[in-house]
């Protein structure tokens, strides 16, 4: 039976109509929820959690340790020198540890570290949660387009041998090559000189 004209075109119209919906709602949330699922939390501590910091660069190898006093500064540098942190600096570094994510996972044979400059790191961050437990982020190189960095959390090869690069910030980079000074708590400008019990006076018309 031939069908009419018109219902032929409705009969394609809703078709079509539900080939769009299918692929745009039914499989476009699927790639969208895989897409969402590569972009995951790098750790799952929170700030209070953290007890020390190792960071190594190509420059300085630096540990730092929460005030036991919990008052200001919040972080003390135990070595290369002994001091108070710069707090602002090491909460930078503590946000981006806390609040990181991968924008990507690739499944890597441990053989092809060197690709991603991970096996010789620009950087090594270890932590030392209050329960003991420990962390570690390896920093590689930067992605092709310069937009990441290759890195490795808390690294362990699979049962397949594989490894996880991660695709994470470089403002990790921003954050751990630093030089000494900008990890030291800044000198009050203030302050009394050495040696003076009170200010000394303001000049005044050369009196």
């Known amino acids: 039976?031939?069908?009419?004209?018109?219902?032929?075109?409705?009969?394609?119209?809703?078709?079509?109509?539900?080939?769009?919906?299918y692929f745009h709602e039914i499989r476009?949330?699927?790639?969208?929820?895989?897409?969402?699922?590569q972009k995951q939390q790098i750790f799952?501590?929170?700030?209070?959690?953290?007890?020390?910091?190792?960071?190594?660069?190509?420059k300085l190898t630096l540990n730092l340790e929460r005030n036991p006093e919990s008052s200001n500064p919040k972080?003390?540098?135990?070595?290369?020198?002994?001091?108070?942190?710069?707090?602002?600096?090491?909460?930078?570094?503590?946000?981006?540890?806390?609040?990181?994510?991968?924008?990507?996972?690739?499944?890597?044979?441990v053989k092809e570290l060197g690709e991603f400059a991970l096996d010789?790191?620009?950087?090594?961050?270890?932590?030392?949660?209050?329960n003991r437990q420990s962390h570690q982020l390896i920093l590689g190189k930067s992605n092709f387009n310069g937009r990441f960095l290759y890195a490795e959390a808390d690294p362990a090869a699979k049962t397949d041998g594989n490894i996880n690069v991660l695709l994470?910030?470089?403002d990790?980079?921003?954050?751990?090559?630093r030089e000494l000074s900008e990890w030291k708590q800044p000198v009050d400008n203030s302050?009394?000189?050495?040696?003076?019990?009170?200010?000394?006076?303001?000049?005044?018309?050369?009196?």
């Open 120 to 130: 010789q790191p620009q950087a090594t961050i270890n932590i030392t949660l209050k």
């Open 28 to 37: 476009g949330a699927t790639v969208r929820e895989e897409i969402k699922e």
């Open 44 to 58: 799952s501590f929170a700030a209070d959690d953290v007890q020390s910091l190792t960071v190594k660069t190509k």
């Open 172 to 177: 990790f980079a921003n954050a751990v090559n």
């Open 75 to 109: 972080w003390l540098i135990k070595s290369l020198i002994s001091g108070p942190a710069n707090d602002a600096i090491v909460s930078y570094l503590m946000d981006l540890l806390v609040k990181g994510k991968s924008e990507r996972t690739l499944s890597t044979p």
């Open 1 to 21: 039976m031939k069908l009419p004209r018109t219902t032929l075109i409705l009969i394609l119209l809703a078709l079509g109509l539900g080939g769009f919906v």
């Open 168 to 170: 994470v910030s470089t």
């Open 191 to 207: 302050q009394k000189l050495p040696g003076l019990s009170t200010p000394l006076p303001t000049p005044t018309n050369g009196k």
